[in-house]
Nanobody
Framework: QVQLVESGGGLVQAGGSLRLSCAAS????????MGWFRQAPGKEREFVAS?????????YYADSVKGRFTISRDNAKNTVYLQMNSLKPEDTAVYYC?????????????????WGQGTQVTVSS
């Protein structure tokens, strides 16, 4: 059973930065595609970014975060990161990391087998 634990969320002013971390345990992290999703109040969960098992391979971003957010992973630490820069109030949401054991990843939440509990990111204007 794979467990994912997110951390690094918090309150930040618009234009600021945060780095989210997602630590994985109980599986073969280095072979999984990993993704970040987010859900704002009253909205559906949406794709943010994903990366396949080798760092830098098959990396995808939502248009809304492209150029501002960067996904990366450290397979030695079983951890995936989401560096968020130039944050906007509309980035406010609960952020979830997810693991896809088939290494497909991408934008479809149905591709992912395991999910973390989420970490709150709040961007004030």
């Amino acid at each position: 059973q794979v467990q994912l634990v997110e951390s690094g969320g918090g309150l930040v002013q618009a234009g600021g930065s945060l780095r989210l971390s997602c630590a994985a345990s109980g599986g073969t992290f280095s072979t999984y595609a990993m993704g970040w999703f987010r859900q704002a109040p009253g909205k559906e969960r949406e794709f943010v970014a994903s990366t396949r098992w080798w760092s830098g391979g098959g990396t995808y971003y939502a248009d809304s975060v492209k150029g501002r957010f960067t996904i990366s992973r450290d397979n030695a630490k079983n951890t995936v990161y989401l560096q968020m820069n130039s944050l906007k109030p509309e980035d406010t949401a609960v952020y979830y990391c997810a693991a896809d054991v088939a290494n497909i990843g991408g934008v479809r939440s149905q591709n992912y087998d395991y999910w973390g509990q989420g970490t709150q990111v709040t961007v004030s204007s």
